[in-house]
């Protein structure tokens, strides 16, 4: 493994870290995260000396940007149908997706998601699109663009992570409960543009 290797490798570490202090609840841990967070950084500060082309994501003086997610539409063969995932913190459905993580492509981070959210193994068919969502949002929230695929379902496995307790297809026209992180409104134009083979942006 080499310097560069190594580097990015304590950087996927710390954003592990990072993430894991945002979203974990449990004490013991958060502890955990803390101590991570705190030797992946001291790693990184003794790797100054080793330059290289790609910035550290985590600097607080780098230019604000919106955060980048995606989400997947997958139909049933004659695409009356949706595969959905219920959030079990929320008890609503949303289409499988998440937020990109570092250094993964989009489509890798959309296979992901997918396989983590849902259980399914995915072949991708193409970009729907990319658009804000900002306008959707809460004004506090995090300004956000969507990468937004369509996939064909290759298999569907039984288990999957804690995140979502329930997976299935549901009729375009009769969705369940839609999350509240999505509108109804936003989740049918990306499915509309999938099915109709448009695609979106802004």
Same mark, same amino acid.
């Given at each position: ?52 082309? !790609?910035?550290?994501?985590?600097? @607080? ?9 995606? !989400? ?13 995932? @219920? ?25 992901? /998601?997918?396989?983590? /959210? ?7 068919? @193409? ?5 804000? !969502? ?15 695929? /369509?996939? @064909? ?23 369940? /409960? ?10 049918? !134009? ?13």
């Amino acid at each position: 493994m080499d310097s560069k290797q190594i580097y990015d490798f304590i950087l996927k570490v710390q954003s592990i870290s990072k993430i894991g202090l945002v979203y974990s609840k449990d004490p013991y841990a958060l502890t955990n995260y803390k101590e991570l967070n705190d030797l992946s950084t001291k790693f990184l500060e003794d790797f100054l000396e080793v330059k290289f082309d !790609r910035p550290n994501y985590f600097q @607080r003086d780098i230019y604000p940007t919106p955060n980048i997610s995606v !989400r997947t539409i997958i139909f049933n063969e004659d695409k009356s149908k949706v595969l959905m995932v @219920r959030e079990a913190a929320l008890h609503a459905y949303s289409l499988p997706g998440g937020w990109a993580d570092l250094y993964d492509s989009p489509s890798q981070t959309a296979k992901n /998601e997918c396989k983590q /959210e849902a259980g399914a193994d995915i072949e991708i068919v @193409r970009l729907v699109g990319l658009t804000s !969502r900002t306008p959707f949002k809460a004004p506090t929230s995090i300004p956000e663009f969507v990468a937004i695929f /369509e996939a @064909r379902l290759t298999k569907l496995n039984k288990e999957h992570e804690y995140e979502t307790d329930d997976v299935g297809f549901f009729d375009i026209n009769n969705l369940p /409960e839609i999350s509240k992180k999505t509108s109804k409104g936003e989740l049918l !134009r990306f499915i509309n543009a999938a099915k109709n083979g448009e695609t979106i942006f802004d």
